[in-house]
T-cell receptor
């Protein structure tokens, strides 16, 4: 089966950098995804990793190490609007569904 | 349409009643997914459609839950004999194919409350 672990909450200051970690146990997966979800809203797609390494998209980067079962989402130049939950998800091999973690609630303080 | 549309946005029903939740995916998206999300949790997979057929219904919790997509576009999630434990936000998502490489687009969800 799959098990995904993320910290429950994190706090950071506007303008800073924050790293949100995700560890997983799975027998195989098609890819690892990160989604952002503001309170009361739908999740929105941020990034996708299938190979080891860093994927950069503006202020957001995501890293994957398949051998270590580990990913992180890096947010730079934090803004107040980045206060949200960040969901890590894997898509198990042979399926098109996601298994989501419980999400990390990020609070950005002025 | 421009995005994934879900109706109603809120539904309150009495225990034991039947409910239908509707999802209108992005035009041209062949893959459609239903998830449900309880407070403080990540979305939990229910069912995946490729076209008209349910390609994976392994997440449906029991036989009270059923979903259809008769013309390969709009989908309806049907819940019979609702229970208080069914209260959650039901999210629909679509993608152009089933590959999910570019991620899904989620709708805003239907908040179901069973009283």
């Amino acid at each position: 089966g799959q098990n995904i672990d993320q910290p429950t909450e994190m706090t950071a200051t506007e303008g800073a950098i924050v790293q949100i970690n995700c560890t997983y146990q799975t027998s195989g997966f098609n890819g690892l995804f990160w989604y952002q979800q503001h309170a009361g809203e739908a999740p929105t797609f941020l990034s996708y990793n299938v190979l080891d390494g860093l994927e950069e998209k503006g202020r957001f980067s995501s890293f994957l190490s398949r051998s270590k079962g580990y990913s992180y989402l890096l947010l730079k130049e934090l803004q107040m609007k980045d206060s949200a939950s960040y969901l890590c998800a894997v898509s198990p091999t042979g399926t098109y569904k996601y298994i989501f973690g419980t999400g990390t609630r990020l609070k950005v303080l002025a | 349409g421009a995005g994934v549309s879900q109706t109603p946005s809120n539904k309150v029903t009495e225990k034991g009643k039947y409910v239908e939740l509707r999802c209108d995916p992005i035009s041209g998206h062949t893959a459609l997914y239903w998830y449900r999300q309880s407070l403080g949790q990540g979305p939990e997979f229910l069912i995946y459609f490729q076209g008209t057929g349910a390609a994976d219904d392994s997440g449906l919790p029991n036989d009270r839950f059923f979903a259809v997509r008769p013309e390969g576009s709009v989908s309806t999630l049907k819940i019979q004999r609702t229970e208080r434990g069914d209260s959650a936000v039901y999210l629909c998502a679509s993608s152009q194919t089933g590959q999910g490489v570019g991620g899904y687009t989620f709708g805003s969800g239907t908040r179901l409350t069973v009283v």
